[in-house]
Nanobody, 122 residues
C-alpha cells in the first residue's frame, strides 16, 4: 500500500501548481483521498478530499474557489490543481487515504504519503 505525492516547488504569488498523488496496493473505490498541508509552526490543515468511487469533491475554506481536485482510477492518481497561489499556501502538502472525507479533521485518514513542499514566494 503506497501513496506518493509530488509536484511541489517554488511558485510566484498568483501562480499555479498541480500536485499529484499516486496510490497503489488497495481497492480505490472503497476509499477517499485527501490533501492536507502543514506550514512551519502551524497545525495540519485540510485542503481537499475526493471520493474515489464517485468523484465527490470537498474543499477547505482556505482554498475554496482556488483549488480543484480530480482523479483517474485507471492511473491510480489524484491531482490537486491550485491557482491564484498566495504566500499563505506555503506548506508541505500530504495526500492520505481515508475511509470517509473530511477537510476539518485527519481522523478518517489511516495512511499518508511523503509530503511535497510548496513554496509561494516572489
Amino acid at each position: 500500500v503506497q501513496l506518493q505525492a509530488s509536484g511541489g516547488g517554488l511558485v510566484q504569488p498568483g501562480g499555479s501548481l498541480r500536485l499529484s498523488c499516486v496510490v497503489s496496493g488497495f481497492p480505490f473505490d472503497d476509499y477517499f483521498i485527501g490533501w492536507f498541508r502543514q506550514a512551519p509552526g502551524k497545525e495540519r490543515e485540510g485542503v481537499s478530499c475526493i471520493s474515489m468511487r464517485d468523484g465527490s469533491e470537498y474543499y477547505g475554506d482556505s482554498v475554496a474557489g482556488r483549488a480543484t481536485i480530480s482523479r483517474d482510477n485507471a492511473k491510480g492518481t489524484v491531482w490537486l490543481q491550485m491557482n491564484s497561489l498566495i504566500p499563505e499556501d506555503t506548506a508541505v502538502y500530504y495526500c492520505g487515504r481515508g475511509t470517509w472525507c473530511s477537510t476539518t479533521t485527519a481522523r478518517p485518514f489511516d495512511l499518508w504519503g511523503e509530503g511535497t513542499l510548496v513554496t509561494v514566494s516572489s
